[in-house]
């Protein structure tokens, strides 16, 4: 679903570009709206592939990967849509406005929602649905709830525990779908 929403942005035009930049980065960290907001030029280090993000919930730095993927669509964005859309002087936001200059905070919510619709999958949200997806992949594929505690900036583990819940329904519905929701079986065994 999180693909057939990045689709949906036409990367030839470069307000487009730019939105499909920004999805990629939502979905490949995880960060917040106003983490993405913050986003500043030399907040992405590309060769350690890391995103350093400002003044996250509680105040608090922390440093994200960021994967090869969203950091090619941020580069097709740098040199293809930025310079199209900057205006001097230049603030040194990494995301750019028509207007050259940086956005609302709610900006990002009206324009991800948009994105949203034209998928037409059947979800409501905006940016905090890139981040739910995100986190929920990487339980399914094996991820320590530590590490996507810190990943997440998420001061308690509650918060984070969130997650696990809708990865266990994820785990139940396969296994249903797998036929292993049978009565169990001691094929002969007295221990059961």
Same mark, same amino acid.
């Given at each position: 679903? +999180?693909?057939?929403?990045?689709?949906?942005?036409?990367?030839?035009?470069?307000?487009?570009?730019?939105?499909?930049?920004?999805?990629?980065?939502?979905?490949?960290?995880?960060?917040?709206?106003?983490?993405?907001?913050?986003?500043?030029?030399?907040?992405?280090?590309?060769?350690?592939?890391?995103?350093?993000?400002?003044?996250?919930?509680?105040?608090?730095?922390?440093?994200?990967?960021?994967?090869?993927?969203?950091?090619?669509w941020?580069?097709?964005?740098?040199?293809?849509?930025?310079?199209?859309?900057?205006?001097?002087?230049?603030?040194?936001?990494?995301?750019?406005?028509?207007?050259?200059g940086?956005?609302?905070?709610?900006?990002?919510?009206?324009?991800?929602?948009?994105?949203?619709?034209?998928?037409?999958?059947?979800?409501?949200?905006?940016?905090?649905?890139?981040r739910?997806?995100?986190?929920?992949?990487?339980?399914?594929?094996?991820?320590?709830?530590?590490?996507?505690?810190?990943?997440?900036?998420?001061?308690?583990?509650?918060? #984070?525990?969130?997650?696990?819940? +809708?990865?266990?329904?994820?785990?139940?519905? +396969?296994?249903?779908?797998?036929g292993?929701?049978? #009565?169990? #079986?001691?094929?002969g065994?007295?221990?059961s």
């Open positions: 679903e +999180v693909e057939q929403v990045m689709a949906h942005a036409d990367v030839t035009d470069a307000v487009e570009l730019r939105d499909r930049a920004m999805m990629e980065v939502l979905y490949s960290t995880g960060i917040r709206r106003h983490e993405l907001a913050g986003l500043r030029l030399g907040d992405i280090d590309y060769e350690r592939e890391t995103l350093f993000i400002r003044l996250g919930k509680g105040k608090k730095d922390r440093i994200v990967p960021i994967g090869e993927r969203a950091l090619h941020v580069t097709r964005y740098l040199e293809e849509a930025r310079p199209q859309l900057i205006m001097l002087p230049d603030e040194g936001f990494l995301w750019t406005s028509e207007q050259g940086p956005f609302a905070i709610d900006w990002y919510t009206r324009r991800m929602r948009q994105y949203l619709d034209r998928a037409k999958i059947g979800k409501t949200g905006a940016c905090h649905i890139f739910h997806s995100m986190a929920t992949q990487m339980l399914e594929a094996g991820c320590d709830i530590r590490h996507l505690q810190e990943l997440l900036g998420h001061s308690e583990m509650s918060t #984070t525990a969130i997650y696990t819940r +809708v990865s266990v329904g994820r785990l139940k519905a +396969v296994h249903a779908q797998k292993h929701n049978s #009565t169990w #079986t001691t094929h065994s007295s221990d």
